[in-house]
């Protein structure tokens, strides 16, 4: 009736039970909080059900940042693990636990962390910097939502019912097949990235249609924000990278579930194709997640520093080389793998070549702050920091682009420390700066600058200690994935100073907290009223803060490029002429679809047949119900759009 | 309610670049039968279990279920009832005969007992033809379910746009097959 | 959308897309089944037949031709057959690569049968 799932499936250890604990208290008080507040009707009608890309990216970034805080412990619990684990003393963490660990902080943070994050911020300003009310397909955009949450649902499911795998993040076989690996970690693994995974690819399509045919009259291609040119790249690699996942992933899981040989170490099987495989999503996925990153550094710069973006058509090119360049670098991810001297020639070169678009990048945002009127706010601080950590992280990269160096330095913590200072210094420090610069557009008041500043301290400063340790311990030997090593290596050392960093960086993390708690409280102080805080150049701060639902009274067609900018520069008032708005009805079957993809991937996990049919029912049936229904839209007239914007304004 | 011409465009352009995304999936599992069809493991090769007519009847039975597909689409924009309903038909017709074809030849390969546990050719033979006739299944019900709504009322723009949908589908899943059925089954009878 | 161009109706681009995708269906199975060239020669052929039969089928079938400015499907179309190019020839050629530098597959395997106690399924 359960298939495999059984009572042992509940059992764990104390380090386990209290994770279990605070998962469940915390689940309960936000249950327990609803109800006290009789809120199940209002989450249900304004956010389970809506199709409101405004909203949508809300949710994306609360799940991302719930995400963040798990994975940010399982950082911690690492750093602490090596920091004492030496000699005799084995630490807290058994082995097993110490790669189930790992491999569950690597796949939170890249698939539900950064990718959320950057969802997030795509789905709340593209649609308002391009000029539209929405995106293409807005009901798709909400099953993407609930299948990326419902990937992390399954994901954390893995903590109480079950375990996770202790493959690493990209579960390599022979390891993660089942003769290695007979447990349901690496099951749980799959199917939560792959539900999660056809969300992103279901998202990229969408974006890239909304993209290309819903800007706003007169927005040529290069007449876009930069934000969006950057998201366009990045969608363009969603679209032709997140197949080749889910193709892996769907072979790994035939492997595991069917009993066929893809990468099997016997009957012929090849382990290696799945690298290569899966490498070549892998490393367009590191470019998908940093090219949003660049756009919002040069929407900050430019706006800090009350300037246009240097270098436009450059910066265009930059994107368009770094998108082709990305698919022809995958295998420096396995130089060391038995590839020949040619095969790893030609990737290493390829990797070097990448490097000149995105050292023109820097180079331009550096000269658009020269001779510019520049404020040090949060988010140009968090720009600055990323200049630094960005380009130690370059030429570190650069340097292990060598394949002769790669072969010192493969799978030590000098890898580890390169390309956290990517996805830290690059990823996280440009969503924080926009989450920050966005924010009084989203919210309606701005975020408090002060604690902003504290935390872009403890972050800098925290990555820094954690983080140039690492390059060095890789350097004198260490490996990643490292449980425990000998006294007589004398790395403690370093590991205890990386172990400091974490903690300033947990300290960074808590002022972010208090940030948001302290303006919230102060929200009428720093309320948002002219819908421009910052003295804006694009079309997002052309509209009321929050946003109305129909982003845009009225469509203008845009004439040049930093439109918003020069409207304000020539002060004219346009003559307003309003007219009816059609928008879609907010529906739940995005959302029951996605809970029926989660039930199919626990009843492929846990191998219970009937649930796997009914799941499967389910889909097909709510798919056609959707696609049948002819009545998705309602209509806000031209006289309730004009009442919205005038009380607005007097509000 | 009407569809406008610019939806219509939008619509088809999403629907587009999903085809595209479906077929950088099949390139995965093309590349992956290149990499893994000599590895037999000491289970038979494509030499020993392809039946070429039967191959060659499957794809004219397949290449003819485009047109017919085609065909409905010209009726439904002229706006022809019957017509529409006809070709349907004959499509889906020739769609189920397609994949009764090839789950016949799925269960005589099984049932000699070259079954996909066997080997790494025979996996990744099963799963590229195999995804290949999940897609034709999902055609199927499509197909059903429009034939429901042309045969109850008049053809509406939404009706028009789901055909159009369909079309660009069906046709993508005959291109995927041309490839199937060079490079698994021509070359496979080849080496 | 229009119905004529270059001359030819929808209907007969249909006509002709399908007569000539019949045409080079049968010409690769011929070629295949009759042997009339070496295996190497064969396989270039009928994979030059497919390629044939793939533009075919996205001009008569697909209209692609007919697409108006600016030519999104195309690119994108475009854009999705350079990957698909690099994903497969790249895999082959790393694959063949790892292959000529690593062990011959059948002794690794009997390697791993005999001293490390793994059976086969």
């Given amino acids: 009736m359960l298939g495999k799932l059984t009572l042992d499936a509940f059992k764990h250890g104390p380090i386990v039970t209290v994770g279990q604990i605070s998962m469940v208290l915390g689940a309960l008080s936000v249950v327990g909080l609803l109800f006290y507040l009789k809120r199940w009707k209002w989450l249900w009608r304004e956010w389970i059900t809506t199709v409101d890309p405004k909203k949508i990216g809300v949710m994306y970034i609360v799940v991302a940042l719930v995400m963040l805080l798990r994975s940010l ?187 066929m040989h893809f990468f099997t170490a016997n009957a012929g099987g090849n382990p ?87 050292g023109i990048k820097v180079f331009n945002w550096i000269f658009t702050m020269y001779r510019g ?134 300290a960074g993390v808590g002022f972010q907290v208090l940030q948001l708690i302290v303006s919230i409280m102060q929200r009428d102080k720093n309320r948002d009223k002219t819908g421009d805080p910052w003295d804006g150049r694009t079309l997002e701060w052309s509209t009321a803060s929050p946003v109305p639902v129909y982003n845009f009274a009225t469509l203008d067609p845009v004439t040049e490029r930093d439109v918003f900018w020069s409207q304000k520069q020539q002060k004219q008032a346009a003559k307003i002429q309003y007219e009816d708005i059609h928008i879609p009805r907010n529906t739940p079957i995005g959302f029951l679809i996605a809970v029926s993809a989660l039930l199919f991937g626990f009843a492929v996990i846990w191998e219970i047949v009937w649930l796997n049919v009914v799941a499967v029912l389910c889909i097909i049936g709510l798919v056609m119900y959707r696609t049948l229904d002819d009545n998705t839209e309602y209509v806000l007239t031209a006289q309730e759009v004009k009442a919205l914007e005038t009380k607005g304004a007097k509000a | 309610m009407k569809t406008p011409p610019a939806q219509l465009d939008k619509t088809t352009f999403g629907f587009w670049l999903y085809l595209m995304t479906d077929c950088v999936l099949f390139a995965s599992l093309f590349a992956t039968f290149a990499v893994l069809r000599a590895n037999t493991a000491g289970g038979p090769s494509g030499k020993d279990i392809f039946d070429l007519p039967f191959v060659l009847t499957e794809t004219v039975l397949l290449l003819t279920s485009s047109f017919t597909s085609g065909m409905a689409l010209l009726a439904a924009r002229a706006k022809v009832h019957k017509q529409v309903f006809f070709w349907l038909s004959a499509t889906f017709l020739l769609g189920a005969a397609f994949l009764f074809m090839e789950m016949r030849e799925f269960t005589h390969i099984v049932s000699e007992g070259h079954g996909w546990r066997m080997s790494a050719f025979l996996s990744s033979f099963f799963t590229l033809v195999g995804t290949h006739g999940a897609h034709i299944a999902v055609g199927l019900i499509w197909m059903f379910v429009m034939m429901f709504r042309f045969s109850a009322s008049k053809i509406s723009a939404n009706d028009l746009r789901r055909l159009t949908l369909f079309t660009m589908f069906w046709h993508f899943l005959d291109i995927v097959w041309i490839f199937i059925f060079t490079i698994v089954y021509m070359f496979g009878a080849l080496s | 959308m229009s119905t004529k161009k270059n001359g030819m109706s929808l209907r007969n681009a249909y006509l002709v897309g399908f007569l000539l995708s019949l045409l080079l269906t049968l010409c690769s199975y011929s070629l295949v089944t009759r042997h009339t060239f070496n295996n190497a020669t064969t396989m270039a052929l009928i994979a030059s037949l497919a390629v044939i039969q793939l533009a075919v089928q996205l001009i008569f079938f697909l209209h692609l031709d007919r697409e108006k400015r600016p030519h999104w499907n195309l690119l994108t179309f475009l854009l999705t057959v350079g990957v698909l190019i690099i994903l497969v020839f790249g895999s082959l050629w790393i694959m063949s690569n790892l292959d000529y530098n690593m062990h011959p597959r059948s002794d690794t395997e009997e390697y791993i049968i005999k001293d490390e106690g793994f059976h086969k399924n």
């Fill in chain 1, 73 to 259: 412990s399982d950082a911690a619990m690492m750093r602490a693990q090596q920091a004492i684990s030496v000699g005799s003393n084995h630490g807290f963490l058994s082995s097993d636990h110490f790669q189930q660990v790992f491999t569950a902080h690597g796949t939170m943070m890249i698939f539900f962390v950064a990718m959320g994050l950057m969802f997030g911020l795509i789905n709340l300003i593209v649609p308002l910097q391009i000029g539209a009310r929405d995106v293409a397909f807005p009901f798709l955009n909400a099953t993407s939502f609930w299948l990326y949450a419902m990937g992390a649902v399954l994901l954390n499911l893995s903590l109480m019912v079950g375990e996770i795998g202790a493959t690493g993040w990209l579960a390599y076989p022979p390891l993660s097949e089942l003769a290695y690996s007979p447990g349901v970690g690496v099951d749980y693994w799959i199917w939560s990235i792959q539900i999660a995974g056809i969300g992103s690819l279901l998202s990229g399509v969408n974006f890239l249609v909304t993209i290309l045919k819903l800007r706003r009259a007169g927005m040529t291609l290069m007449k876009m924000p930069m934000f969006v040119w950057s998201v366009l790249g990045s969608m363009v690699l969603v679209v032709v990278a997140f197949p080749i996942l889910t193709a892996t992933l769907a072979m790994l899981a035939l492997d595991r579930s069917l009993g």
């Fill in chain 1, 373 to 506: 009127r520049v404020q040090f706010t949060t988010p140009m601080l968090w720009f600055l920091s990323f200049v630094l950590t960005f380009t130690i992280g370059g030429v570190a990269g650069v340097l292990m682009a060598v394949p002769a160096i790669d072969f010192q330095v493969h799978n030590s913590l000098f890898l580890v420390a390169h390309f956290h200072n990517m996805i830290i210094g690059g990823v996280v420090f440009g969503y924080f700066a926009g989450l920050t610069y966005w924010f009084p557009k989203i919210f309606g008041f701005k975020l408090n600058e002060r604690f902003g500043r504290y935390a872009f301290w403890c972050w800098s400063v925290g990555f820094l200690l954690a983080f140039i340790p690492l390059y060095i311990l890789g350097m004198m030997g260490a490996t990643r994935r490292l449980d425990h090593y000998d006294a007589s290596l004398g790395w403690q050392g370093l590991f205890i100073v990386a172990g400091v960093g974490v903690m300033v960086i947990l």
């Fill in chain 1, 272 to 358: 290696m194709m799945y690298i290569n495989l899966i490498w070549a999503w892998g490393h367009p996925e590191v470019y998908i997640l940093i090219l949003p990153a660049f756009g919002i550094f040069s929407e900050v710069v430019a706006t800090f520093s009350k300037k246009r973006l240097f270098g436009y058509a450059y910066m265009v090119w930059a994107i368009i080389a770094i998108v082709f360049l990305s698919f022809v670098v995958w295998l420096h991810h396995f130089f060391t793998m038995g590839a020949g001297a040619n095969v790893n020639a030609f990737f290493g070169i390829m990797t070097m070549v990448i490097a000149v678009p995105t």
